[in-house]
């Protein structure tokens, strides 16, 4: 697992999926604004990615948790995601308040319940999005 992704590799691996893709300038920015960025290789070659956009004060949204499918069920996913809380959390005070906040692919839910995280039911609200252009 190393602290950074390119360009290249991230192209690569959201094109290993089958979510909307995004332009070269979408990307550029991406990898230029996003604080926190990881990925993995296996012999050299990049596998999985995650990233992590933190307001520094408490909110923290994990984006684009990319294992291709050759590199699936490796536990790669669970260090990509612990990485990225690693680094969060290395931002803030030891007992400071973080919420974390992702949008699950179709079928993943389970992946990061075995994490901690927990589907909102209402009681502090619900997720929502706005899609434009999608």
Same mark, same amino acid.
């Given at each position: ?41 296996? *012999? #050299?070659?990049?596998?999985?990615? !995650?990233?992590?956009?933190? /307001? ?9 948790? $990319? ?41 993943? *839910? #389970?992946?990061?319940?075995?994490? !901690?995280?927990?589907?909102? /039911? ?9 899609? $434009?252009?999608?």
């Amino acid at each position: 697992i190393e602290d950074d992704i390119t360009f290249e590799e991230y192209k690569y691996l959201r094109g290993t999926t089958d979510w909307t893709q995004l332009t070269d300038e979408q990307v550029s920015n991406i990898i230029k604004h996003t604080p926190f960025k990881v990925r993995a290789r296996i *012999d #050299g070659k990049t596998v999985a990615m !995650g990233k992590a956009v933190f /307001d520094f004060g408490y909110n923290a949204f994990l984006s684009d948790i $990319i294992v291709a499918p050759e590199a699936q069920g490796k536990g790669i996913g669970k260090k990509i995601v612990l990485r990225l809380v690693e680094l969060v959390k290395a931002n803030v005070r030891d007992t400071d308040y973080i919420q974390f906040c992702l949008l699950a692919a179709p079928g993943k *839910d #389970g992946f990061y319940e075995k994490l !901690g995280f927990v589907k909102r /039911d209402g009681s502090n609200g619900y997720g929502m999005n706005l899609r $434009i252009n999608a």
